[in-house]
């Protein structure tokens, strides 16, 4: 089993910054990447910003020059910095991570943190 587990978030107020982590555990062989996903109110997930093993990353234009993401392989865990937040970024964040268990062959799998709030707002 391999377990995500989120830490961050909170109220923020409209130009604040924010960090979220996100650490892996488990029986897990590596982890090919990792991501950050939310929520926003009325709509469908959607991805924030992601991570491969190889430190190649991809963000959503909403974001883009705003957030960064990193990642400490030791610790098999992520990080999203979000500065100058803005109330369109008030969602429930999600952690994501694409993982190959121990014993588990050449398959990879899709793993979920819990959700964690970030409300921006004054």
């Known amino acids: 089993q391999v377990q995500l587990v989120v830490s961050g978030g909170g109220l923020v107020q409209p130009g604040g910054s924010l960090r979220l982590s996100c650490v892996a555990s488990?029986?897990?062989?590596?982890?090919?990447?990792m991501g950050w996903y939310r929520r926003r109110p009325g709509n469908q997930r959607e991805l924030v910003a992601a991570?491969?093993?190889?430190?190649?990353?991809n963000y959503a234009e909403a974001v883009k020059g705003r957030a960064t993401i990193s990642k400490d392989n030791a610790k098999n865990t992520v990080y999203l910095q979000m500065n100058s937040l803005k109330p369109e970024d008030t969602a429930v964040y999600y952690c994501?991570?694409?993982?190959?268990?121990?014993?588990?062959?050449?398959?990879?799998?899709?793993?979920w943190g819990q959700g964690t709030q970030v409300t921006v707002s004054s």
């Open positions: 488990g029986s897990i062989f590596c982890i090919n990447a």
């Open positions: 994501n991570a694409d993982v190959r268990p121990r014993g588990s062959g050449p398959r990879s799998y899709d793993y």
């Open positions: 991570i491969t093993s190889g430190g190649s990353t």
